[in-house]
């Protein structure tokens, strides 16, 4: 279907709505109420989520025509000239607003508690002459000054490496015929601790930067020259790729392949420290294929992303938020961590970070242990570096167990630790695969067939979340561990497909993706819209990650004209305008950003009173629709359907802590309440927290939003 320029109007731009996410990152890192290492840590997510960023969208972007209209995954219509431009203006105001804060508030504040960052010129005496014998002894070593003229070309700069930049004059006659003028280029090294602690012991900790030392001794570093002007620079490179399967016999090899490219990728942003003279930033910018737009002079240390190592020092725990430790429930410890019998007694719910992931880590130990197992199927997206999962899949093979594990290898940026685990699981006798040609396998599944006395059972563990312990503890996802034999069917038939290309005849529970995902959402959605026209019961509450794909987007606007009353729960990128007259006044659109990230996708439809729950590991995206192997998949037990509902949804929606409301211009208003879902939800898992119900639609208490005006006729507003 062709969007109109009008109907353009009803979508936000998805590489818009992304930054306005990040924008979210960063008000956390603004917020008081945080304890001072909290909002620091704000400050390097902001940094690490701005390096993907521009490593593959805006990598992809600055690939198009600038007059190409961007695709219809959104509807938006915009031209990439647009998009770029959007994205150079809101990027230089936040990345500005970032180091504002650095500077100002948190570096401040954390001075104040004996936590201080120096300047390595500022440090004298004593103190400077350790500080230079640990530069000679444990840094000059590793370090390589290099001098650019026609005999020593330009080095190749990698990506998001550190190196410092200066200009060189020469000290009088040089028997080496240096040039007189020259620019010098010293390659942070990666490996070095970017913090060198100041020497002195004694209350609090004090650094200076790496880069910073080493500017201190640049002229020892070029011998023979002055060095007077100098700066520090970084680089970041596109580092997508696609595969082309059909062309090549060993997927692996090919992925390999790719990675060693992607060292050598176009460049797309240059960072550059603030004060460089001019003569110094022509010398640099010369050297790199970028647009004034593409180059961000900043006032701090590049990449905050190296203040996780302070968010993580030993002591200042009133900076930080309390540790908490993530329950095992009370139906685990009834059956003594008999996973087998607990599950045979009824589904298991499990809500993470608050509940632990510990229990699904010891479902596959005690599968790979139990002589009564004969096999297990597993899917891996992002398993981490150290899997305890992949150690007992391992283990269980090495044990005569049948056990398939299907490997996505295209999980970005955990390509190399994926191809790595596939060795090791493929060494230890298991049967591994890489999916389906051209698609992504991002369902989260697990299969253990069991001989039982009564007969051979298939326990299943699904999920919205990745089989990785680390993450667990930081990503709110939920999953389910049932021996529900339909869905084991589901399981059995999804695993086929995957590994020999069987097409079930039918799905029974699940619902599958590419095969028709889409349809469902869109039927389902259309579902509540005829309940609401026949006067039945009808609610929509979908709590996602994104929200892009246009077909979904107008079928929401179409439930919301009927008078649907609709709750989205989007963490991140969302392309529909809520609130529109006529077509989006029953649409409220809500995002939470706190101290667990939200993952988990879970959809409630009121479906004329049977009130159906389901569990995803796909966001309402095409690449999900489309491009991914991704489930969906019911609750039916009525004792967890009510926990989704009156717990996971109703304090997501009750949250006026965490929470920003979208206009629908576009910008998002936070919420400055008490009600903190994170805590609830902790307080809940232990025993110590109140149950609440889903709140209705006329009675929530959460602050209104002020009026936001009506879209601009032409593009996108990003504010």
Not at 463 to 480: E, H, K, M, W
């Amino acid at each position: 279907m062709s969007v109109s320029m009008a109907e353009s109007e009803l979508f936000l731009n998805r590489e818009l709505s992304w930054l306005e996410f990040n924008a979210r990152v960063l008000e956390e890192a603004r917020d008081p109420r945080r304890p001072l290492l909290e909002r620091l840590k704000f400050l390097a997510i902001f940094s690490s989520n701005a390096d993907e960023f521009f490593m593959i969208r805006v990598a992809g972007l600055q690939q198009r025509d600038p007059n190409e209209v961007s695709s219809s995954e959104s509807g938006d219509r915009m031209t990439t000239a647009q998009i770029l431009s959007g994205i150079s203006t809101r990027t230089h105001q936040l990345v500005a607003d970032q180091y504002r804060l650095l500077r100002e508030e948190v570096l401040p504040g954390l001075q104040k508690e004996g936590l201080q960052l120096l300047r390595a010129g500022d440090v004298t005496g004593r103190d400077a002459e350790r500080l230079d014998h640990h530069f000679a002894r444990d840094i000059q070593p590793v370090l390589t000054p290099m001098a650019i003229d026609p005999a020593h070309p330009f080095p190749h700069i990698q990506n998001r490496q550190l190196y410092i930049a200066t200009m060189l004059r020469a000290k009088g006659q040089n028997r080496l015929r240096a040039p007189k003028i020259c620019l010098g280029i010293v390659p942070v090294p990666g490996l070095l601790s970017r913090f060198v602690r100041v020497p002195p012991e004694g209350a609090g900790d004090a650094f200076v930067t790496l880069e910073d030392l080493i500017a201190r001794h640049l002229e020892t570093l070029f011998g023979g020259f002055e060095a007077k002007e100098w700066t520090v620079f970084r680089l970041t490179r596109d580092q997508d790729f696609e595969l082309s399967e059909q062309d090549s016999e060993d997927l692996v090899k090919q992925i390999q392949s790719e990675l060693a490219k992607r060292r050598r990728g176009q460049e797309v942003r240059l960072e550059i420290g603030m004060g460089a003279t001019d003569r110094l930033k022509e010398a640099l910018f010369r050297q790199f294929n970028l647009q004034t737009d593409d180059i961000y002079e900043v006032d701090g240390p590049l990449n905050l992303a190296a203040f996780w190592s302070w968010v993580a020092l030993p002591g200042y725990a009133p900076l930080r938020e309390p540790a908490r430790t993530p329950q095992v429930s009370e139906r685990v410890h009834r059956h003594k961590g008999d996973l087998f019998s607990l599950i045979r007694s009824g589904d298991v719910l499990l809500h993470h970070p608050y509940e632990s992931f510990e229990t699904v880590v010891e479902f596959i130990e005690q599968a790979a242990a139990d002589p009564n197992v004969l096999a297990l199927k597993q899917t891996l997206y992002r398993a981490g570096r150290n899997s305890p999962i992949v150690t007992a899949l391992a283990r269980a093979a090495e044990r005569d167990k049948q056990v398939t594990v299907l490997i996505e290898l295209q999980a970005r940026f955990d390509e190399e630790a994926n191809i790595e685990w596939a060795r090791t699981l493929e060494r230890a006798g298991a049967h591994v695969v890489y999916g389906l040609p051209g698609l992504k396998t991002h369902c989260k599944v697990s299969t253990v067939v069991r001989r039982d006395p009564d007969r051979l059972r298939r326990y299943v563990h699904l999920s919205s979340g990745n089989y990785n312990p680390t993450t667990a503890r930081i990503y709110t996802d939920v999953s389910l561990m049932t021996c529900d034999e339909v869905l084991g069917e589901d399981a059995a038939a999804l695993f086929d497909m995957m590994t020999g290309y069987v097409q079930p005849v039918r799905w029974n529970k699940m619902r599958v993706a590419p095969h028709g995902l889409r349809e469902w959402v869109i039927e389902t959605i259309d579902r509540e819209r005829a309940h609401c026209l026949a006067g039945r019961p009808a609610r929509i509450v979908a709590k996602l990650n994104a929200l892009v794909d246009s077909d979904v987007i107008r079928a929401l606007y179409r439930a919301s004209r009927a008078g649907v009353p609709i709750d989205l729960i989007v963490r991140g990128i969302c392309c529909l305008r809520p609130g529109l007259a006529g077509t989006s006044e029953n649409i409220r659109v809500r995002s939470i950003v706190g101290r667990y990230l939200e993952h988990s996708r879970i959809f409630y439809f009121a479906n004329g009173g049977a009130n159906d729950v389901y569990v995803s590991s796909a966001d309402w995206m095409p690449r999900n629709f489309d491009r991914r192997v991704e489930i969906v998949f019911p609750i039916e037990d009525e004792r967890l359907k009510t926990r989704f509902i009156d717990e996971v949804l109703a304090s997501a929606l009750l949250d006026d802590f965490n929470v920003r409301v979208l206009r629908s211009d576009g910008s998002y208003e936070r919420l400055n309440g008490t009600f903190n879902a994170h805590e609830v939800l902790e307080k809940l898992a232990s025993g110590a927290g109140r149950t609440f119900s889903l709140p209705s639609r006329e009675a929530r208490p959460v602050q209104p939003v002020s009026p936001s005006p009506a879209p601009a006729p032409a593009t996108p507003a990003v504010s």
